[in-house]
């Protein structure tokens, strides 16, 4: 029978570097939102056709709602620095274009998750289903669900759109895209890295640049057509018009219940 002393030298370095990871994720994490406050804010758009969002930093999500022509916007600032705090702010302007705009201090050292230096803004708004979205953000994950249209613009987390009654556009530059249940045309105009997967799009799928991730697309009622793609499997299934791949660098492609012209690259 094995005693401690005749552990393997292995085995209690193993034990010794998670006992110092477990530490470490938990002083860290105690002090992960030194100062904090909540947002609670609405904002008439009775008036309004487009809703401008402007984030940053942290988790962004959006729900439609009961046509009530209010938004309504909550959410948690966290920062390391209580000037930083104050300094995060959330503004809204009222009209044709509305608009709720995220504010957030410069930081000097950046945004980092285990550094020292932090700020970041969650933020949650349920607004009119019958809304149109026009979204800028620059980190964090994003969830839409339940809104008309969406055009957005995002540098990285991942994005999640469901149930829209318009059009879907978007340019992103890294983290998964998940688009289902889309009532318009859906448009990747670029991404860079990350996957794209889209379920149910009730209209034409484009996807102009793409440069690495797979791409999954299945029930389309109308084309697919994926201009350029760098890297990454393309799979379609149970489109309604044509598919067509106009250039692609690697990966395998597949299709399977197209009803119109399969078009693929020479070399594919």
Known sequence: MKTAYSLPIRFWALLLAGLLIYQFSTAASADWCKYEKDIE??????????????????DLKITGVSNSGIAVITGKACASKEKWLEASQVEVITGEEAQINVNLPDTDGGFSFIGNNYVWLDLKIE????LALNVRDSSGDIEIKNVASVQLQDSSGDIDIRQTSGAISIRDSSGDIYVEDAGGDFTIVSDSSGDIRAVGVNGSVLIKNDSSGDIHISQVSQNVTVERDSSGDISVRDVGGDFRVLKDGSGEISAQNVAGEVQLPEDA
């Open 41 to 58: 804010m609405t904002l008439d758009v009775s008036q309004s056709e487009v809703l401008a969002i402007s984030a940053a930093a942290g």
């Open 127 to 130: 607004l009119p289903e019958d």
